[in-house]
């Protein structure tokens, strides 16, 4: 399952060993800024967790076309605000949706404001302009432009991608308001620089991270914590590697005075 994110409105699924130019098994159109994605085995559900406007759009799993949402959770009261990482815990019935927070509605001029980032904690089936069962925020929080999200179903434990913060941040699924992780993975020994992406592999019990910033996939225990090189690394560039980290780029300048491009990001 692959979302275009920002870019686009669809979500594009192919076969498990699908390898090459090979047409999608099926295409879903999605609300456009679609970010984040998880699935409820036990349902069949597919949830997309949409930038802006803010929601949460739940589809049956193997939905293509334009088949509409089964349910749709938008409005004030659900606190979402630039939404992009996903995750559900499916044993304890709750939703983890996290916020960069930048709030607006777009059809009232003078509405903006930005808020800290957050984690939002729904019912699992939460719909319509539901409020929250409890928010993560503050700066104990360490939270930084929070990516994708994973929960570890055993332990109820939620890991993050946490982009700007260069780290994984890992919370209780009982955590609530300004409280610190649980454990942090971050430092130059771990490997990572703007983590976007996490995926759990409960059989081998390790922790799967995605790095925007260095072109790498990085692997480590699932009890890891601190500054903890990882157990293995896929690059597709070469090591020191730094990502220029470009993305939707618009307008480009040359400064002559100091001999540098500038590129609004």
């Known amino acids: 399952y692959s979302v275009e994110s920002d870019t686009g409105d ?6 498990r060993g699908a390898n090459g130019d090979v047409a999608a098994a099926r295409i879903l159109k999605t609300p456009h800024r679609g970010f984040g994605l998880a699935v409820n085995e036990e349902k ?3 949830y997309v967790a949409v930038e802006y406007p803010p ?3 739940t ?3 193997a939905a293509s076309g334009d ?8 409005g004030e009261s659900t606190r979402l605000s630039d939404t992009h990482g996903i995750a559900v815990d499916v044993k304890n019935k709750l939703m983890f949706v996290n916020n960069w927070g930048n709030v607006s509605d777009y059809q009232v001029a003078g509405t903006g404001r930005f808020e800290l980032p957050s984690i939002a904690i729904y019912a699992l089936d939460a719909q319509g302009d539901s409020a929250p069962l409890g928010v993560i925020q503050g700066p ?3 939270l930084n ?3 994708q999200m994973a929960v570890e179903p055993e332990s109820g434990d939620l890991y993050i991608a946490n982009d700007v913060g260069h780290s994984v941040l890992v919370f209780r699924g009982t955590d609530k308001g300004d409280v610190a992780p649980a454990r942090t993975i971050k430092g130059n020994k771990t490997g990572l620089r703007n983590p976007s992406g996490v995926f759990i592999d409960t059989k081998n019990r390790e922790l799967w991270v995605s790095n925007f910033g260095n072109s790498s996939a990085t692997v480590y225990p699932l009890t890891a914590n601190g500054d903890v090189a990882p157990l293995r690394t896929i690059r597709s560039a070469p090591a020191n590697k730094v990502g220029l980290n470009l993305g939707k780029t618009e307008a480009v300048a040359y400064d002559s005075k100091r001999d540098e491009i500038l590129v609004p990001n």
């Not at 669809?10 to 076969?15: A, D, I, M, N, R």
């Open 55 to 57: 929601q949460v759009a």
């Open 10 to 15: 669809k979500v594009v699924v192919f076969p």
């Open 145 to 147: 432009w929070p990516g």
């Open 59 to 61: 589809f049956r799993k």
């Open 67 to 74: 088949e509409k949402p089964l349910r749709v959770l938008e």
């Open 44 to 46: 069949e559900e597919l």
């Open 140 to 142: 104990k929080t360490q």
